[in-house]
């Protein structure tokens, strides 16, 4: 079976796959965030990315950490930050989470370029103070040409970012083919079912993801 995963470059380190193949579709290129952060009393990393791309983890040991879900949690904990998710990771859990953290400390929220806004709204309408950076950001390649001939004999097509799903959809995908799709949140299965297309959800982090994929078939 030929498996394919879109995730980029930078984004999951930590997971291992003998028999998936990668093909990033855009790339992450980092953005100065030059910052004093010992005025904050809680950290929120909205990405694996965003973790990867910090300049100041030493600076964490005396911080809240929050992740945004375990890929971020395990990227912070390979660097030997301890970190807290949500049990259901996404927004809305994480708000869950965060709401007995709001108090007279101050969030720095960290994410790449037009990331959500969605966990800095409900702080801003809860009265906390938070300021945000952006410290990636994400950029399509000029051409999808010669990466659309990888996925010609593709059976599953992984999608760990809706901007992979999008970029798959409107520059690689071609109605001859019958890939399946499999995502990893409700947020990115939520917009390949919107197209009218079926995806799976699975647990990208799990010791039986490959073997759930294999059994798709």
Known sequence: MNIVDTRAKNTFKFVKRKNIKNIPLFELSFLDHSIDISGYTDVIFQSTPSVEFFNHHKDLKDKNVFAMGPG??????????????????????????????IGPGKFLIVKGQGGLNIISDYLVAEGAKVDTIQN??????????????????ADVVIFPSRLAAEIYFQEIYDPDLNSKFVTISSRIKDYVDSLGFESIKLDYFSDNFESEILNLT
């Open 72 to 101: 971020t949690q395990s990227s912070l904990g390979a660097k030997g930050i301890s970190s807290k998710i949500p049990k259901d990771p996404g927004s809305e859990g994480l708000k869950k989470l965060i709401k007995n953290s």
């Open 136 to 153: 990636y950001q994400r950029l399509r390649f000029s051409t999808y040409h010669n990466v659309s001939k990888d996925f010609n004999n």
